[in-house]
């Protein structure tokens, strides 16, 4: 049946529909009652050894395949050296081994040599040896001679083209048996900064010597013997994290499970560390050992989040629950004495003897990692076999599992908190920003333990990615920031997060996009660091509920209680700019003048090696702050408004 036409009707609905379309945008903070408490790990750092991250990244070693296990047959990464008239030939020597441990050393003889033509060999590092002037050199190498020599050993940073010294000294003879000999190299002050340049190891004489664990730290974060590269370590510091994932995902896993992280084979002097292979291709020396770790969150005042080995390996190899799987239970409760356990203690005891007497602090455990590829199904078992064993001697512990299948297999496979993973595209990001806005608040907390946006078509695996730089662009930066608004709103169930990977070096990757990147000689953040920077440097103890209408702005509300500061989220991932009333209710009164902090660039730009910082915060303060205020947020941008309650 048809109505009447009421004359009045347009009349009043074209006044509405002219009411909707003048609404401003706005955004109305509740401050009068806090939503939930911020969780107070909420912002950390996952690591892996993935695209050259600890050797040839964060460790500080400079020489690559110091200890001649990378290959079987050849000294791949050495060279023989030799000037005018000298002679040499290198050969790697199963024969002589150091130990029972690294059990090859580099042969290396020299047919023809004097103090003006010496003769050895030369390592050309992680695509190059990094020289900086007025900087000192720690070398040290495990050596012997061969009866009748009586040469001496000169170790020197030599430009690539052999024809430029940068730094040079002449250690003592060599004896018959292995022995350690440490040096110091200094670069002079008027060297230029480069990478094209390698190590060398020469004599001055004829004859036969042998070498084995052969290395080379350039200045380390505060002097640490076997430490940290410091620009790479400062960038981590800078994000206040307050937790390291560690020791890594797949390189817990390993392919194998003989090239698992075996964490009893990487503590100890590095002499008894056979390093083992990566799942990323190449080998890892494991001088970033379980302690370096500990020692790694230290530095930055972080807790570890530790990962236990729980019976899978990458390429589908499983331990069976029951008997088969006790020794990997066991190996765990020992991991865990060595990182928290008194001096009195077995593995406490061993911690001591490394160095560290105090034990670290731990809160959380995660079994495993990314069980979900398991196709045996064993995980639930596994999972329940590792946490009743734990809670049982560690009650106090958190422990994390990697699957979610607790509903369907029982109480007992329930965990404390579930590691959920997301690689992305920016649109699904900015789509799902919301994702745990309705996640239910009585089951397990969650962990998103990896996650980063990808602003191409192909995924961070996929070959075709290789043609994109190696860090992403501001286009993925405001995806991130997306999902870190919508993390942050719910950070009452969202107890961690962590983007990853962490690092990439720029000639050696092979997964992008990567948080943070680096060459032999310099490092530099992606605007997705800076836009994580943003985030985990500027977070309260509560969450506010914000309200936003009329707008594509996501948001997120935090406030520090003890400061009396709200801090205003604003991710606009649009073209235009947009004006939006904010509104706070709940406060008598703000000062007059806020802080903003911005990052604002065209979707395309990024930072690189050459230009680290074309994609940065910029700080400014906004005026005219009341509890009722307009704020233009920029196109394409990220921002941080500090308002100070009076």
């Known amino acids: 049946m048809r109505h009447p036409i009421n004359p009045i009707l347009p009349i009043v609905a074209g006044l509405c529909i002219l009411a909707q379309a003048e609404a401003a945008p706005s955004l109305v903070i509740d401050a009068a009652k806090p939503a939930g408490n911020v969780s107070p790990t909420l912002y950390g750092l996952m690591t892996e050894e993935i695209n050259y991250s600890y050797d040839g990244g964060l460790y500080g070693e400079a020489i690559r395949n ?8 050849n000294p791949v990464h050495w060279t023989a050296f030799q000037q005018g008239n000298a002679s040499v030939v290198i050969a790697l020597d199963p024969d002589q081994p150091l130990n029972d441990v690294i059990k090859t050393s580099l042969r290396v003889t020299a047919n023809a040599a004097s103090a003006a033509t010496p003769a050895g060999v030369a390592n050309d590092g992680y695509w190059g040896i990094p020289v900086r002037p007025s900087s000192s050199y720690r070398v040290s190498f495990m050596a012997k001679a061969a009866q009748g020599f009586s040469g001496r050993v000169t170790v020197s940073i030599v430009s690539d083209d052999g024809t430029t010294v940068y730094a040079k000294t002449r250690g003592p003879g060599l004896s018959a048996g292995w022995k350690s000999y440490s040096m110091t190299l200094k670069t002079g002050k008027d060297v230029s900064p480069t990478a094209k340049a390698k190590f060398v190891v020469s004599v001055d004489q004829p004859g036969t010597i042998w070498l084995s664990l052969v290395s080379l730290f350039p200045p380390t974060w505060k002097n640490q013997l076997n430490g940290f590269r410091p620009d790479i370590l400062q960038k981590l510091i800078d994000l206040n994290p307050k937790f390291l994932r560690l020791p890594g995902g797949n390189y817990l896993e390993g392919d194998t499970i003989d090239t698992r992280f075996d964490w009893k084979k990487t503590i100890g002097p590095i002499e008894q560390r056979p390093g083992h292979p990566s799942p990323w291709g190449y080998r890892s020396t494991d001088g970033l050992g379980l302690m370096e770790f500990l020692r790694w969150c230290e530095d930055m005042n972080a807790e570890p989040v530790l990962a236990v080995y729980a019976g899978y390996s990458l390429k589908g190899q499983h331990v069976n629950p029951g008997p088969d799987l006790q020794p990997f239970v066991q190996d765990a409760l020992d991991e865990i004495e060595y990182v928290t356990g008194p001096t009195s203690s077995k593995w406490g005891a061993e911690r001591a003897k490394d160095g560290h007497a105090k034990p670290f602090p731990l809160h ?8 979900w590829f398991d196709k045996s199904g064993s995980y639930d078992a596994r999972f329940v ?3 009743e064993t734990i809670r049982a001697k560690y009650p106090d512990l958190k422990l994390i599992s990697t699957y979610d299948s607790y509903r369907q297999h029982g109480p007992n496979a329930k965990p404390d908190v579930f590691d959920d993973h997301y690689y992305v595209t920016v649109d699904e990001f900015v789509k799902d920003n919301g994702h745990y806005d309705h996640y239910d608040r009585s089951a397990p907390k969650i962990f998103v333990g990896e996650w980063a946006a990808h602003e191409s078509s192909f995924p961070p695996w996929d070959r075709r ?3 994109l730089p190696p860090t992403p662009n501001m286009r993925a930066a405001l995806g991130d920031a997306a999902w870190m608004a919508g993390l942050e709103r719910n950070s009452d169930v969202v107890v961690m997060n962590c983007y990853a990977p962490l690092f990439v070096n720029i000639n050696g990757r092979q997964w992008r996009p990567d948080l943070i990147g680096y060459d032999a000689l310099n490092s530099y953040g992606s605007p997705s660091y800076y836009a994580f920077r943003l985030f985990s ?9 914000g309200t936003v209408a009329d707008s594509s702005v996501i948001t997120s509300v935090t406030r520090d209680s003890k400061k009396g500061i709200i801090y205003v989220k604003l991710v606009n991932p649009t073209v235009d700019s947009q004006q939006l009333e904010i509104r706070v209710d709940g406060v008598s009164a703000l000062k007059d003048t806020a802080e903003a ?5 065209d979707p395309s730009a990024t930072n690189s090696i050459s230009e680290p910082t074309k994609v940065v915060p910029v700080d400014s303060d906004v005026p005219g702050i009341k509890p009722s ?10 921002t941080v408004l500090q308002l100070h309650v009076k």
């Open 597 to 601: 902090q911005t990052i604002a660039a």
């Open 537 to 545: 440097t500027h977070v309260g103890d509560e969450i506010l509920r």
């Open 66 to 73: 110091r200890a001649f296990l990378d290959d079987a047959k």
């Open 364 to 371: 959380y455990v995660e079994i495993g990692n990314e069980d």
């Open 629 to 638: 205020f307009t704020y233009t947020v920029a196109p394409n941008s990220i």
């Open 385 to 387: 076999q590792f946490s």
């Open 465 to 467: 990615s290789a043609a």
